[in-house]
């Protein structure tokens, strides 16, 4: 009755576990990437609110309470790409014609130059 030694390096990750870092993710979070990739900023934030509010309503299972928070991650991650990308062309924007770049605060109410 007894079972030979197995090396759990030797056994296959089990479907709702993610892959070590050494593997390739699988095939579905590749796409999740490249769904997420393809969001406008408007889009990524909606889900991301909205995988934030079922996460803090609770009353899910655990493997699906880490997908969603890896789903928040890449959302995340997604969207502050797209703020700095957007950073970028507000500064490009406002060159001063000398070529000297000036920061304007873009706060609600103020046109101050900093």
Do not use: K, W
């Not at 490249?34 to 991301?48: K, T, V």
């Not at 079922?54 to 995340?76: C, F, K, M, T």
């Amino acid at each position: 009755m007894n079972e030979p030694a197995v090396d759990a390096a030797d056994q296959p990750a089990p479907p709702d576990q993610p892959a070590p870092p050494d593997q390739p993710a699988p095939p579905d979070q590749d796409a999740e990437r490249r769904r997420i990739a393809a969001l406008p900023f408007d889009g990524a934030l909606a889900e991301l609110q909205a995988v934030v509010a079922r996460l803090e309503a609770g009353n899910l299972p655990l493997e699906e309470s880490i997908a969603l928070y890896e789903q928040g991650v890449l959302l995340h991650e997604h969207c502050g790409r797209l703020l700095s990308q957007a950073e970028l062309r507000v500064q490009r924007l406002v060159e001063s014609a000398g070529g000297r770049l000036r920061t304007l605060d873009l706060s609600l109410g103020e046109d101050e130059e900093r």
